[in-house]
């Protein structure tokens, strides 16, 4: 009898212990994003920024070609700027300071806050003429992913290059850092750190605000406990946990900061957590995940706060 009621217990316990996992692994969902103003719904959304200085949400939207800008933590909107000019892509906006950056295939503006043009703007000279995803680090420095040339560099004010990381870099090699495969999606912490998504070879690089290799995460099984099939896109917490999209499974695992895997979330279909087709991940300062879900030409928004 004694046997029989320790099994029960246990049971219990684990029925308990899961149904608890479950709930704990299901983030709640804060908001949806999906128009401005009742304007269009999002055609395709080219590029997704969060300024957490400025506490702004900016989104480049195509058909119409327009720059939607809200509110970070409620999503009010506060301005839109319309593009009428022809431009081709790859185009990606970006703020820093006071000003909205868009730039194009051999285009770049600078807007204010208000949405008009800046005419005296001049982009710096030795910036390359397009860029898949333009980034600013705490100093001003320019961050440019080029996914045709597999390639992220960083330039200052001026337009001088600080520093390259690219795929098949000969210095690199003789370094004996490990080769890059692909560069799928780049993040830049407040540190200055780089993060790259190598899909090809399974992990995320780091590197520090010099360039210079810091580190894989992901690559070691014994650590994560799990296997990156295709890290697509990448995502840095407040406690500089990594999240990882991982198209081949089509979940979102977490690693901390040393590569030790912590969790994943996963669409099941059901509740508000939910994608179609992810192309940008991020986490602010109050663990709250953005999700763009281009499948459904949405931006969610949801709570991760002590999730792992």
Not at 143 to 148: D, E, F, V
Not at 252 to 272: A, N, R
């Amino acid at each position: 009898m004694k046997r029989f009621y320790f099994l029960m217990l246990t049971i219990l316990f684990l029925i308990t212990a899961a149904g608890f996992a479950e709930n704990s692994y299901q983030p709640k969902l804060l908001r949806e994003i999906n128009q401005f103003e009742g304007s269009d719904i999002f055609q395709k959304i080219h590029s997704v920024f969060v300024d957490e200085n400025l506490d702004i949400l900016i989104i480049l939207n195509e058909a119409p070609l327009k720059i939607s800008v809200f509110t970070l933590y409620d999503a009010t909107p506060l301005n839109e700027i319309r593009i009428f000019d022809e431009l081709k892509p790859p185009l990606t906006a970006a703020s820093y300071q006071n000003f909205i950056y868009l730039m194009s295939s051999g285009n770049f503006y600078r807007f204010k806050q208000d949405g008009r043009k800046s005419k005296d703007f001049q982009p710096p000279p030795g910036l390359p003429a397009y860029a898949d995803k333009l980034f600013f680090d705490r100093s001003g420095n320019f961050i440019l992913l080029n996914r045709k040339d597999a390639s992220v560099t960083k330039f200052n004010k001026d337009g001088k290059k600080l520093t390259e990381i690219r795929k098949d870099d000969e210095e690199r090699i003789k370094k004996k850092e490990p080769p890059i495969g692909s560069i799928d999606d780049v993040h830049v912490d407040f540190t200055g750190t780089i993060y790259i998504a190598d899909s090809k070879s399974r992990n995320i690089k780091k590197y520090n605000e010099k360039g210079e290799f810091a580190g894989v995460l992901g690559g070691d099984k014994d650590l994560t406990r799990i296997e990156l099939l295709q890290s697509s896109l990448i995502a840095v917490d407040s406690h500089r946990n990594v999240w990882i999209y991982d198209k081949g499974d089509r979940k979102i695992k977490v690693l901390d900061s040393f590569g030790f895997y912590l969790g994943e979330l996963q669409d099941t279909g059901k509740g508000d957590f939910r994608f179609v087709a992810p192309a940008m991940i991020y986490i602010d300062r109050l663990d709250r995940l953005y999700l763009q879900d281009e499948g459904s030409a949405t931006m969610k928004v949801f709570d991760v706060r002590g999730m792992f």
